[in-house]
């Protein structure tokens, strides 16, 4: 029997079903190619497959603007497709979760069509009249740019979208709404899915009174009100109540909330205590550390490891203390490649990526590994204005264009941190568009993928990165020690490297990673045992208790006895 907590312990592995393969030659992913890859997966190590949304959708936001949640979009295959490609994954040990995107729907749905029409759904949404100004009802941004309202004439009012203007935001205050979404999620659950990941979930309840932000910089004007768009007061009632109506129903069901803006391991703990309401969350306070304060993912500001310890270091204390558990993520479908944002994804391409995953596999909490990333792929070079294809980056570069600001450093900008540089197709092989469609891609292939590629790692007669990543998958899977136990940092400093120990009452680790492109000479406060893993092919003997570390090394020890440090 399965345990009530399983869901610590699982890898997890996000697919971007546009992305990853297809098998009608139009150009898209589609679920019978995820069916034709579940065995590379399970062979892999993962336990978990995630998918992002496939539901019917016009693709504004590439589905995360859903018009029906029980239909497939016709792109990725029929509801047979689902249900085929649901049974393999279970037939051969995997689980499927389907994200949940259900703050706002798209303004195709039939729900807003009848709403924006003053039909009985009109209180689904939500509307307000013009302020005393005869303006918006307050300065709130919306993510995807403008203001967060928009006019509906015939209504002569305001519907709030805290995303584009396609997105409208549900009215969770209404009981009907919450009805509508605790029958979708049932309906999925009793499909045979596992779970959701359940998109910006902290969004749905909104400061009361919907008060104006504080306006501090103009070039920030979108984020304006982020702050009273998330974490309203009712967020943990509305899953409190989701637990009561449906997950307690499911109790293997798997649950993580996407959660911007939440803050600290404090302020999540309400949402995750003992995995009530929700297992984990997705915050984000890691990548916002190359954000300017206040400013979007364009304005890049430097940062100090001590940054990143500050966060990740931090909320895996705090949990452990008090009953919390994270997930433990550096991509996903939003986030640029992590090789290419926090390492080196040229003269240390190999170093960087196992590095980084030595780093990522061992953080105390469940691992969610995001399509790509156990063969080291990194953003591509450059991308020309008529290359990209996501919303925020075009919105993006139109607002600089506009305001007569340099277009060259905005295309630089998205090259760096823009969500297109995780959505290139997935690079199976070295064939034509690296084996991902027979047809046209609908986003351009990686200009490397002839030699990074899932075939080309499974053939090298080295330790390829995806090599790197089965052993380490591996490694954590006879190690629980390494999944469940404590987590303690060493070194706080220490702005090159970052080491910790993890240990449990039998298995003690110390992992030691370098965020340097120089050789760092670091002394060992432990007795630093034997090595289980390294990125280095040979390592060097090292009789002292100083480290030679070369760059983006990363180091994994098993420590015999057990030591209080
Ligand atoms: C989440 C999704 C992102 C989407 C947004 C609006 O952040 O991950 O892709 O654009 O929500 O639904």
């Not at 030659?25 to 589609?30: A, E, L, Q």
């Not at 034709?36 to 497959?49: A, R, T």
Request: net charge negative; glycine share 8%; proline share 5%.
């Amino acid at each position: 029997m399965e345990a009530p907590d399983w869901w610590r312990d699982a890898v997890v592995y996000q697919i971007y079903p546009v992305s990853f393969k297809d098998t009608t030659g139009n150009g898209k992913g589609d679920l019978n190619g995820i069916t034709s890859k579940l065995p590379y997966l399970k062979d892999l190590g993962v336990e978990v497959v995630w998918l992002s949304p496939v539901y019917a959708s016009p693709m504004v936001d590439m589905g995360y603007d859903i018009s029906n949640y029980r239909e497939i979009h016709p792109d990725f295959g029929t509801m047979e497709d689902w249900e085929r490609m649901t049974k393999e994954a279970h037939r051969i040990g995997l689980k499927v979760v389907m994200d949940l995107v259900v703050n706002h729907t798209s303004d195709q749905h039939e729900w807003f069509q009848d709403a924006k029409d003053g039909g009985s759904k009109k209180d689904w949404y939500i509307w307000r009249g013009k302020n005393k100004e005869g303006k918006e009802p307050n300065n709130w941004g919306a993510i995807f740019g403008g203001s967060c309202w928009e006019w509906n004439d015939k209504l002569k009012e305001y519907y709030l979208h805290v995303f584009d203007v396609s997105q409208p935001d549900l009215n969770w205050e209404n009981p009907a709404v919450r009805d509508a979404v605790w029958d979708v999620m049932r309906f999925w659950l009793d499909k045979g899915c596992d779970g959701f990941r359940m998109d910006v979930i902290n969004c749905i309840s909104k400061t009361p009174g919907f008060p104006d932000a504080p306006v501090a910089d103009p070039q920030s004007m979108y984020q304006y009100g982020l702050i009273h768009r998330f974490n309203g007061p009712k967020v943990a009632d509305y899953l409190l109540e989701m637990h009561d109506k449906v997950l307690q129903y499911y109790p293997n069901a798997f649950t993580v909330g996407e959660a911007p803006g939440v803050k600290s391991a404090e302020q999540a703990l309400p949402l995750v205590q003992n995995g009530v309401p929700l297992q984990m969350l997705f915050h984000f306070e890691h990548m916002y550390i190359d954000h300017q304060p206040g400013k979007t993912c364009f304005n890049y500001k430097p940062w100090k490891l001590t940054e990143l310890k500050d966060v990740l270091g931090k909320f895996m204390e705090f949990n452990e203390a008090n009953g919390g558990w994270d997930s433990l993520y550096l991509e996903n479908h939003d986030q640029p490649r992590i090789i290419s944002r926090w390492a080196n994804d040229g003269k240390y391409r190999d170093a960087s990526a196992k590095m980084l995953a030595i780093f990522h596999a061992t953080g105390r909490g469940t691992l969610f590994i995001y399509q790509g990333q156990e063969i080291g792929m990194a953003n591509p070079a450059a991308w020309t204005f008529d290359e990209l294809r996501d919303l925020e980056e075009i919105q993006y570069y139109k607002a600089i264009e506009a305001s007569n600001g340099d277009t060259k450093d905005a295309l630089k900008q998205i090259q760096r941190i823009g969500r297109d540089n995780s959505r290139t197709p997935m690079q199976w092989s070295a064939d034509t568009n690296a084996g991902f469609t027979s047809g046209t891609p609908w986003i351009k292939v990686n200009q490397d993928y002839e030699e990074w590629n899932v075939e080309a790692e499974q053939a090298s007669s080295d330790i390829s990165v995806l090599k790197f990543w089965k052993s380490l998958l591996t490694i954590r899977k006879d190690h629980n020690g390494l999944v469940r136990g404590a987590f303690q940092m060493i070194d706080y400093e220490n702005q090159s490297v970052y080491a910790y120990t993890r240990r449990n009452a039998t298995e003690q680790y110390l992992v030691v990673c370098s965020f340097s492109e120089e050789e760092v000479k670091w002394v060992c406060p432990v007795n630093r045992g034997n090595l289980l893993l390294g990125n280095y092919p040979s390592q060097e003997i090292e009789e002292d208790d100083t480290l030679t570390l070369r760059p983006y090394e990363g180091r994994l020890y098993y420590l015999p006895a057990m030591q209080h440090l």
